[in-house]
């Protein structure tokens, strides 16, 4: 029977909307790539272009096989990092293949890339202009064999850690690519890697796309045709305009193949990204864990205690019990909750092996690339904790920032307070690299209780930002705060919140519960009362504006990781071919439920703010003057 034709009518409004949506957002992305392609600073066309590089004092001009430069182009590179303050800076050559230039315009916006301190260094990957004292703090011996692109795509993204805030990006209209660059898949995932990027989730991505494309352009008539049009045409409109200071040398046949091309590029680097995964992790590492597991984890945890640590009361009754949701080590963990004062704590307790046992490749070694990536988006929340202080103090002169990890807030931080002196305080190797970055101007390396006497009364601001809640004795941590703390110094704290309503809706899949590294949640009455018998007086509290907008996509993450863990994890047994076709199989039912997560805890930011309600709180308090 044939429908009627408002029906018919109904069923193709969504078709056109798919369509008016891709056009919409492949025309938002060719004008963006138009704007920050303008945006980027040209060199002055060299007078001559002599041989040889001249060596500078205080420069060197780091380039990938095949690139050779110009004197005349070295001197203007020099010539404009010295104008702008800039301590490396990476040249784009004037015929840069037309999807590398989109690729990279798509990751940096280059009117921000300057002072987003905690943005990825990003490049080319042909030449960079570094200063010699970068490369000294960063380690790097500028006098082996010449990198490929790969090896300096991840330089640039190192070396930008060394210059926070002066890396930028410049095109050199003298500079050549040199020969063609390799295109095949092992070389563009090695690529994306250099980036800090997953090759085979965005190869995958890319099929979806193209896929997408080809159904509108076949099923949705002329707006179909006119969304694959636009995404075909895409090379030549962004980058092949009038006065454009790109020329590149394959622009025509960029734009005349580009879905053919596209699409052989992308199946080329999931291959890639598949044969590198079956690889499998370090086998030292793996034996590691496999000998360190031979003896069971019960030696990691303490006896349980019957009373709770904040209060004494024996009122105690299990919130949740999980295994470990962020890396699938083995183990089961509890967290009770007192009765009477409503602390939340992990009982029985991991001992210190225990912790040393969960924490390791989380924040380093195996995980430490994820780890550093994630607090490096961060710089908004960063940002709003240091400017916290602003209706309530001058600018203070000494910081110290406990449990700073690699130093980013105090990175981040100095663009509030520039004039401030920030130290960091913890545990692992990172502080020692935030303190030769620069990110810190100290680094203390240790528990923080045995500072007390060595830093007693010397600092104006402390900062806990979720630090209190990893560690095994809150008080301890309290009183060594106040005793570094000169009279009338502040102190500030933010803190998951354990009375959050998500944490009764979400159960075990609610992120800040965190186990096995979180010890203890402490409500926020609890911490004013602790923060009174110090001494302290609390001078304002936050709880919509500390909500970190993970709830929902976080419980995705942690149920997709419950349900198949990484098959490569060293700490797992052997991975089968099923158990990898599992884990995919899950990774990709997780990719709808991922979108609709984002979605939601963009609404459940919005609510939080609006009604001062989050996941997380944070205090600022002022020791007594005297």
């Given at each position: 029977?044939?429908?009627?034709?408002?029906?018919?009518?109904?069923?193709?409004?969504p078709?056109?909307?798919?369509?008016?949506?891709?056009?919409?957002?492949?025309?938002?992305?060719?004008?963006?790539?138009?704007?920050?392609?303008?945006?980027?600073?040209?060199?002055?066309?060299?007078?001559?272009?002599?041989?040889?590089?001249?060596?500078?004092?205080?420069?060197?001009?780091?380039?990938?096989?095949?690139?050779?430069?110009?004197?005349?182009?070295?001197?203007?590179?020099?010539?404009?990092?010295?104008?702008?303050?800039?301590?490396?800076?990476?040249?784009?050559?004037?015929?840069?293949?037309a999807?590398?230039?989109?690729?990279?315009?798509?990751?940096?916006?280059?009117?921000?890339?300057?002072?987003?301190?905690?943005?990825?260094?990003?490049?080319?990957?042909?030449?960079?202009?570094?200063?010699?004292?970068?490369?000294?703090?960063?380690?790097?011996?500028?006098?082996?064999?010449?990198?490929?692109?790969?090896?300096?795509?991840?330089?640039?993204?190192?070396?930008?850690?060394?210059?926070?805030?002066?890396?930028?990006?410049?095109?050199?209209?003298?500079?050549?690519?040199?020969?063609?660059?390799?295109?095949?898949?092992?070389?563009?995932?090695?690529?994306?890697?250099?980036?800090?990027?997953?090759?085979?989730?965005?190869?995958?991505?890319?099929?979806?796309?193209?896929a997408?494309?080809?159904?509108?352009?076949?099923?949705?008539?002329?707006?179909?045709?006119?969304?694959?049009?636009?995404?075909?045409?895409?090379?030549?409109?962004?980058?092949g305009?009038p006065?454009?200071?790109?020329?590149?040398?394959?622009?025509?046949?960029?734009?005349?193949?580009?879905?053919?091309?596209?699409?052989g590029?992308?199946?080329?680097?999931?291959?890639?990204?598949?044969?590198?995964?079956?690889?499998?992790?370090?086998?030292?590492?793996?034996?590691?864990?496999?000998?360190?597991?031979?003896?069971?984890t019960?030696?990691?945890?303490?006896?349980?205690?019957?009373?709770?640590p904040?209060?004494?009361?024996?009122?105690?009754?299990?919130?949740?019990?999980?295994?470990?949701?962020?890396?699938?080590?083995?183990?089961?963990f509890?967290?009770?909750?007192?009765?009477?004062?409503?602390?939340?704590?992990?009982?029985?307790?991991?001992?210190?092996?225990?912790?040393?046992?969960?924490?390791?490749?989380?924040?380093?070694?195996?995980?430490?690339?994820?780890?550093?990536?994630?607090?490096?988006?961060?710089?908004?929340?960063?940002?709003?904790?240091?400017?916290?202080?602003?209706?309530?103090?001058?600018p203070?002169?000494?910081?110290?920032?406990?449990?700073?990890?690699?130093?980013?807030f105090?990175?981040?931080?100095?663009?509030?307070?520039?004039?401030?002196?920030?130290?960091?305080?913890?545990?692992?190797?990172?502080?020692?690299?935030?303190?030769?970055?620069?990110?810190?101007?100290?680094?203390?390396?240790?528990?923080?209780?045995?500072?007390?006497?060595?830093?007693?009364?010397?600092?104006?601001?402390?900062?806990?930002?979720?630090?209190?809640?990893?560690?095994?004795?809150?008080?301890?941590?309290?009183?060594?705060?106040?005793?570094?703390?000169?009279?009338?110094?502040?102190?500030?704290?933010?803190?998951?919140?354990?009375?959050?309503?998500?944490?009764?809706?979400?159960?075990?899949?609610?992120?800040?519960?965190?186990?096995?590294?979180?010890?203890?949640?402490?409500?926020?009455?609890?911490?004013?009362e602790?923060?009174?018998?110090?001494?302290?007086?609390?001078?304002?509290?936050?709880?919509?504006?500390?909500h970190?907008?993970?709830?929902?996509?976080?419980?995705?993450?942690?149920?997709?990781?419950?349900?198949?863990?990484?098959?490569d994890?060293?700490?797992?047994?052997?991975?089968?071919p099923?158990?990898?076709?599992?884990?995919?199989?899950?990774?990709?039912?997780?990719?709808?439920?991922?979108?609709?997560?984002?979605l939601?805890?963009?609404?459940?930011?919005?609510?939080?703010?609006?009604?001062?309600?989050?996941?997380?709180?944070?205090l600022?308090?002022?020791?007594?003057?005297?």
């Amino acid at each position: 029977m044939t429908p009627p034709p408002l029906s018919r009518g109904r069923g193709r409004l969504p078709v056109r909307w798919t369509s008016a949506v891709l056009l919409a957002a492949l025309g938002a992305g060719t004008v963006r790539a138009g704007r920050r392609l303008r945006a980027i600073p040209v060199l002055p066309v060299p007078p001559s272009a002599a041989a040889g590089v001249p060596r500078a004092a205080g420069w060197r001009l780091l380039t990938a096989r095949g690139v050779e430069p110009d004197a005349g182009t070295f001197l203007a590179a020099c010539a404009h990092a010295d104008r702008e303050g800039l301590r490396v800076l990476d040249l784009l050559p004037a015929d840069l293949a037309a999807e590398r230039a989109l690729g990279l315009l798509r990751l940096v916006d280059p009117a921000r890339y300057r002072q987003d301190r905690l943005g990825e260094g990003r490049g080319a990957g042909f030449a960079v202009l570094v200063a010699d004292e970068v490369l000294e703090r960063a380690g790097v011996d500028p006098g082996g064999p010449r990198p490929g692109p790969a090896e300096l795509l991840a330089l640039t993204r190192r070396l930008k850690e060394y210059a926070a805030g002066a890396t930028g990006l410049a095109i050199a209209p003298a500079l050549s690519c040199g020969p063609a660059a390799d295109d095949a898949g092992p070389a563009r995932a090695a690529e994306l890697r250099a980036q800090g990027l997953p090759p085979g989730a965005l190869a995958a991505a890319q099929l979806s796309g193209l896929a997408l494309l080809a159904g509108v352009a076949l099923r949705q008539g002329r707006w179909g045709v006119a969304a694959a049009g636009l995404y075909w045409l895409q090379p030549y409109l962004a980058l092949g305009g009038p006065g454009s200071p790109l020329r590149p040398a394959d622009l025509a046949r960029a734009t005349a193949a580009r879905p053919v091309r596209s699409l052989g590029a992308a199946l080329r680097t999931v291959a890639a990204a598949d044969r590198t995964r079956s690889g499998g992790p370090e086998a030292a590492r793996t034996a590691a864990y496999r000998t360190e597991l031979a003896a069971g984890t019960d030696r990691f945890f303490e006896p349980r205690r019957p009373d709770c640590p904040w209060c004494g009361s024996g009122r105690l009754s299990v919130r949740v019990r999980m295994p470990d949701q962020l890396q699938g080590k083995p183990g089961r963990f509890t967290l009770e909750q007192c009765g009477d004062c409503g602390h939340v704590f992990q009982n029985p307790r991991l001992t210190p092996d225990g912790l040393e046992f969960y924490y390791r490749d989380f924040y380093d070694g195996r995980g430490g690339e994820g780890a550093g990536t994630v607090f490096g988006r961060l710089g908004a929340a960063y940002r709003r904790r240091a400017e916290m202080l602003i209706p309530h103090a001058d600018p203070p002169a000494s910081w110290l920032d406990v449990g700073t990890g690699h130093g980013h807030f105090c990175n981040a931080a100095r663009a509030v307070w520039p004039l401030t002196r920030f130290d960091g305080l913890d545990m692992g190797d990172g502080v020692r690299e935030a303190e030769r970055r620069g990110w810190v101007d100290t680094g203390f390396q240790g528990q923080f209780p045995e500072f007390a006497s060595k830093l007693a009364g010397r600092y104006e601001v402390v900062s806990m930002y979720h630090y209190l809640e990893h560690t095994r004795d809150p008080f301890a941590e309290l009183d060594t705060a106040a005793a570094v703390l000169a009279p009338g110094g502040h102190l500030a704290i933010e803190l998951p919140d354990p009375e959050s309503r998500m944490a009764r809706l979400l159960g075990p899949a609610w992120l800040p519960w965190f186990q096995p590294q979180h010890q203890h949640l402490i409500p926020a009455a609890n911490l004013r009362e602790a923060l009174a018998d110090r001494g302290f007086t609390v001078l304002a509290e936050e709880h919509g504006p500390a909500h970190q907008g993970n709830d929902f996509f976080g419980a995705v993450a942690l149920t997709a990781t419950r349900l198949t863990p990484d098959p490569d994890r060293p700490w797992g047994p052997p991975p089968t071919p099923r158990d990898r076709a599992r884990a995919a199989a899950v990774r990709a039912a997780a990719l709808p439920l991922f979108a609709g997560a984002t979605l939601l805890d963009a609404l459940r930011t919005a609510a939080a703010h609006h009604t001062d309600g989050g996941n997380a709180y944070r205090l600022l308090a002022r020791k007594a003057a005297r």
